[in-house]
């Protein structure tokens, strides 16, 4: 009997989406090479720092904090109207290159697909839309409707129920090694995309790994009964 997942949940921002236009935007405002990465993981900490508390606030409202802590850091001020340009570029994200084609390979296998998101249902929509992928996806669920951020695993256990499928019948496929391990925690099965990135030992390891999207599409769908590998 065939092993391969029922549903497979996209993560959208850095996995599904790429954050590279923003980085010359930052570097347009006068911050630094590396702020980028910075400011997303300033937000993370934030967003991670509310879940562990116990607490929830918007991505958009985590991630608009961390910008303004960025910038102050490196004395650099710019305006409100230069600081929502920035935020609405969330929504205006490329898909990577292969996030077709990893959609594409999926669909064609009878896989159903949902997107997986920190970020905005409406944001998350919008940027499917300009892909063109809003057309694979059953579902957008974003943590807006838990009140919790990823990596809790109350996130991924409403998206079980939202799909009506046992947790082992959903797969996450993520390029953040602590998505993966929230959603292993929570009982699900992963795949993580590593783009050059090893996977931390010390966290609960993914179900199997490929470089990029369309390896890991690959891979899910010619998982038969020997299992995971």
Sequence with gaps: MPTRPNVV?????????????????????????????????????DAFALAAAGDFAPFRSVLE????????????????????????????LPPHPD??????????????IMALSNGAATATETLLD???????????????????????????RHAVRTAGVAAEEMTLVATHSWDVHGAKAAGLKAAYVRRGR?????MRAPDL?????????????????????
């Design 9 to 45: 949940a996209f993560d959208i921002i850095e996995t599904t989406f790429s954050l590279e236009p923003l980085r010359d935007r930052l570097s347009a405002l006068g911050l630094p090479g590396g702020s980028l990465e910075t400011w997303f993981a300033v937000g993370l900490r």
């Design 99 to 112: 996030a077709a084609t990893a959609f594409q390979t999926l669909a064609r296998a009878g896989v159903r």
């Design 209 to 229: 790994e490929g470089e990029e999207l369309a390896d890991v599409a690959r891979r899910l769908v010619s998982v038969l009964g020997g299992g995971w590998a």
């Design 65 to 92: 904090g961390a910008l303004g802590q960025v910038l102050a850091e490196h004395q650099v001020q710019i305006s409100g109207e230069q600081r929502s340009g920035v935020l609405d570029m969330m929504s205006r």
């Design 198 to 202: 090893p996977f931390p030992q010390t």
């Design 130 to 156: 300009r892909a063109g992928l809003a057309g694979f996806v059953e579902w957008i669920v974003s943590v807006d409707d838990v009140g919790f951020s990823k990596p809790r695993p109350e996130v991924y």
